[in-house]
């Protein structure tokens, strides 16, 4: 089975599907990652590249794609452009279950690769795909305007209890990153939000997501 | 894997979830349905239970449980006795997947079922349960006033292309309660909104849910 | 009486208004319709413009204009001129009714003209408007992350069940756009929900809108 | 054409439709009002009584119904109760446009006169209707806990100011309801909501309903 | 200044608001606690209660109110009842502050009280009052149905670092109701959930609330 | 105490809060506005600066901030650009409460001020930081398309019966963008407004908010 994971920055993907991606892993899935844009410079790029592929290594990820868009740029690049972006790693793919960000979160970037998923997921040109799930990301999620439409209602959980010291061993591949707690982007906060889902289904760790499309 | 099928009053559980019902069937499930209420006279109650039996016999449905509580009543008995009878069925059953009438639909029965059973279905009581869907029944979700809270979000799809017509045989036992098209709750219109659906993930026909609660 | 109807693509107002339209012309209003964007190149503007001319004729629209904008490329080009472009098609035609797309369509364009239609349709420039509705169109309203500002809640309903036939034939005029069933842009697609809707208010056939705005 | 006004309490529909009723009657529609509850005790109830009788022949109203259901009571009578109530006015009155309460409001018996409405009103029972809105009412509507599901959000505006007058006349009947301003229950406060809707649409007074269901 | 916490049952005041009562009464404000409800027989009231008294001494509330309302019951005693208990402490305390469970809670009890407090906190009647904040519960917020209205969205936090150890201190005199973690009224999911609010607004520890409304 | 807002559009500041900047003065508070667009030639632009530079004499404003960005063009310039702009700002006034646009407002210049502000006010980078309000702003709010996520809702009121002839003498300094009732933007429908505000509350004139994060 191919998971496809959409991070509109790199350490996105880990913040909100760490632990599900080391579990997909560990169940024979083959987990893909395509991050959209990259750093501001060259020397920035080139290090959180390398964060990016230690962390992925860490998970078991099988390859990661850099779209190499510019940050804080996606609203600013023609539409049609990102849309073909993605949608060439989608067709590459062919994936059964696609993790996106969530479309209310404060970064506009978030936003923009929440909605040119969509397009690139349409049901008529991925007829093997099974699932679409948002992920929501600690300093993103929780930071925006709290409306009806940008509020993270999570109605999935994944028990990542087995997976969720990969993950915090993920995250702190990404150094340039990663700040002391109680930032929302600490270890701390991320072992937080992991036993605050897990309890919800009663186990000690999950990940949660909103449920985009499911076929059944 | 045991799957159960809450129904506010006889018929809804074909309307809802009849194609699907017979899907689990075929893939060696055992599916019960709990029917809340029943007829408002002794006459009527035999004949729709009867109609009751007939429809799910045609789509292979293990058992059905009668709760006999009154019509247009779940709101007026004490709230402990509804959640009682459904926990009782669900401690009996311990179902891994269970279908429920969505809570915005335009009859109080439905939002009652739907509120006593998330009470029932507690994760703490129900380790093994997997996923918890809302389905949809013509003739009460489209009727509702139209509020943010009411409307019917579809984001599951179940293809039901090689069950429709057993849920059609089906929903002819229920001659007490099927009308002629253009009625919503007719042969016609059930098959135009399986084709709607259908067409969403470009099958032939489908059966649409709201998901309250999973776990992957 | 006039009546407007935008259009992000060619055939959106056929999937959307198009047994309305013909409803309207049967009662003798005129309907105008405003393509926002047309074909890619040259070849398939022709074609498209040509197919949009005959769809048209079939359903008496008495003239339509083509704002030339690009494809994907509503969010693209200048606020400003999207917004200038149909305020001046506004102020020319002084509609009484006004029909726009979803904004919570999957599709970008769309929601760029249900934003900048707003804009055109300001109260204080629009003294004669009556009502603006937003309609569905199939393959992008049904496609969308289902969240609460994006999914379509109908509270308009418009028997067509005497131009249903129009709106079919208006649809075979767009062969580049349609598709075969179970495609939602195909003819049992529409059929279907336009029983669908109809079986709503207990008529054969009907289209759905969401009210934006009304004067009674 | 035949006008019903469902009133949880005496004045609401003052409150509410006050100005839209008078309109209805100039245009020679005929407007019938029905009070669901009535006063707590019997001098109480004579008085109210005689305040809305005297209140109705200043709008015109053709004929005021009353239920003498028990205020703050509507959520412990037997919900088929309730729904029968309401279902014998309408189908006597067989009405085109209907007025209910907004379900939203603080009042629960607002809430349940608005859902019994719907039951009542179900469209398979009533072809003749066109249209249903549900009016505001100044210190219920907006003293209620402000989420997605109870706020007002008007899309239909009823110009009233040619008969602002009546309306405020008509409530100077209900003294033993009308307060002075700043209570939200004032003259005072009643002008300036109307003059607020009113600018909203560029007219010196209106007032503004959600669109619960119309056919066009 | 007097502070006013509604809780439907005992423990709720201290999952939702315990941080936040301990704060305020080391400001020197009275802080009030009204538990709706009681246990279900003689010897669990009498140990609740005890419970619930020795949590109190922790935080330092000045004065407990028990209604002694029926568990699970307060949908089915009169609603008039409800608002008259909850009224009368009002009242009496004419609170300044008030912290009201959030009605989008799983426990019926849980919206029952949030509905009457609304009543009972009607501007009109207190002019005193100047803010009304919702509270999340563990077990009862996030296990409800994910709808647009359930949904709990924080926009309001206190910092709880100095109060986080009485808060844990108070819960753990709530024996009857303590669970061990994984389940969500655990000393661990309480910490993370305090945790992770805090994280929001980069502090240690801090307790979110939905803003009902305020005078500022 | 530092209080800042952010206008869009040279009067959106008075319109939306201008009673309240004066109350904030007459209390010692230091009231910095930060105006995004400024005029579409150099004698506009000069005109509509010193209008804006008597309203905020008027008001007490201590010093206005011209970003000079285009008007409807803010969704043209690249997003990093006008996130700096306005986090520039932030850093210098270091504010404690801030009042941002509503971004359900009709013009997208709105949404774009209130998205970018969000990013500038991350808890992060303002630990000073107390509160974020969204303003209703006269002729935008109420003419946008009336979604879940557009509709303003407010739940914290700001009583200005002290500071109204400010407010109105301010507005009146806004020659250029002043229009005659029944126009919005008129002194009587801002008068209007006010007093309905105000009656929420039970005082002669409030403006209210919606309350987007705050800390107590």
């Known amino acids: 089975m191919n998971v496809l994971v959409f991070a509109p920055h790199n350490d996105d993907e880990v913040l909100g599907v760490g632990g599900t991606i080391a579990k997909h892993v560990s169940l024979g899935h083959n987990v893909y990652v395509c991050e959209a844009t990259s750093g501001r410079d060259k020397e920035r790029l080139a290090n959180i590249r390398s964060e990016a592929l230690n962390a992925h ?13 510019p940050v804080v740029g996606l609203a600013d690049i ?15 793919i062919k ?9 209310g979160d404060m970064h506009i970037d978030h936003t923009m690769v929440a ?13 093997q795909l099974k699932a679409i799930y948002a992920y929501e990301t600690l300093s993103e999620t929780e930071w925006n305007i709290p409306s009806a439409d940008n509020v993270f209602v999570p109605n999935v959980w994944s028990d ?5 010291d990969k993950k915090l061993e993920a995250m702190k591949c990404y150094k340039s990153q990663l700040y002391d707690f ?4 600490s270890l701390d906060a991320i072992e937080a939000l992991s036993k605050l889902r897990g309890s919800t289904i009663c186990v000690a760790n ?11």
């Open 57 to 69: 290594r860490m998970l078991g990820v099988k390859e990661t794609f850099f779209l190499d868009l």
């Open 78 to 92: 023609p539409r049609k452009e990102l849309n073909k972006s993605m949608y060439d790693i989608v067709m590459k």
């Open 95 to 103: 994936p059964e279950v696609v993790y996106i960000p969530h479309k």
């Open 115 to 127: 909605e040119s998923a969509m397009v690139a997921l349409r049901p008529v040109n991925n007829p």
């Open 160 to 164: 990542i209890s087995d997976t969720i």
């Open 182 to 185: 109680p930032h929302p982007r």
């Open 206 to 216: 999950a990940e949660s997501f909103m449920l985009i499309r499911s076929l059944i």
